[in-house]
């Protein structure tokens, strides 16, 4: 099956600070990539859809410019968290879509903690 | 607005003890329900798509079924490598076709 990686699988960072997030779809071309977040024992929440080349579409109370999301090719989107704060602490999975494919891959994850 | 709900919200098995999974979804006009399976710190791991009512799909022990309101995992024989969440989703046509995960329901399979 198609592989998506997604690094780091862990960061801790200072509050303040900013931490990319990287994730590539390693043996297939991804149009649409998305982003979600997950929070200790809750399901996946949709942050963002991004399409290659275009601006990413954010959900309602995502905040664009912090969280902010680059698909620069067909293989690789990255999320950048801004200033983040310890609030921002959360399990980040990316996804991707093969083509009209409706079955989304997704990534191992990126927990992240901020102290 | 298009909602999943599944449940039980955790269930604890006995190796070799069946159960079954419920999801119940609320959708405009479905393009798939979908089940995941997640390991503790890790991304979901694709396991079906069903389409129709009255579609099934099998894998190992696993089996997905599909009414036109909820859908359900049927494990057969459970083995402690089963223990996971399982996730239901259905495409979201309004955020380019994501998929709108309920909660999940957290499986633990005791030898």
């Known amino acids: 099956g198609a592989v998506v990686s997604q690094h780091p699988s862990w960061v801790i960072c200072k509050s303040g600070t900013s931490v990319k997030i990287e994730c590539r779809s390693l043996?297939?071309?991804?149009?649409?990539m998305f982003w979600y977040r997950q929070f200790p024992k809750q399901s996946l929440m949709l942050m963002a859809t991004s399409n290659e080349g275009s601006k990413a579409t954010y959900e309602q109370g995502v905040e664009k410019d912090k969280f902010l999301i680059n698909h620069a090719s067909l293989t690789l989107s990255t999320l950048t968290v801004t200033s983040a704060h310890p609030e921002d602490s959360s399990f980040y999975i990316c996804?991707?879509?093969?083509?009209?494919?409706?079955?989304?891959?997704f990534g191992s994850g990126t927990q992240l903690s901020v102290l | 607005e298009d909602q999943v709900t599944q449940s039980p919200e955790a269930l604890r098995l006995q190796e070799g003890e069946s159960s079954s999974l419920n999801c119940s979804y609320t959708?405009?006009?479905?393009?798939?329900l979908f089940w995941y399976r997640q390991d503790p710190g890790k991304g979901p791991e694709f396991l079906f798509t069903l389409y129709s009512a009255g579609e099934e799909k099998e894998k190992e022990r696993l089996k997905a079924t599909l009414t036109k309101k909820e859908s359900f995992l049927h494990i057969t024989a459970p083995k402690p490598e089963d223990s996971a969440t399982y996730l239901c989703?259905?495409?979201?046509?309004?955020?380019?076709?994501?998929?709108?995960f309920g909660k999940g329901t957290s499986l633990l399979v005791t030898p």
């Open positions: 989703a259905v495409q979201d046509p309004f955020s380019g076709y994501a998929l709108n």
């Open positions: 996804s991707a879509r093969q083509g009209y494919n409706e079955k989304l891959f």
């Open positions: 043996d297939f071309q991804a149009t649409t």
């Open positions: 959708v405009s006009g479905l393009r798939g």
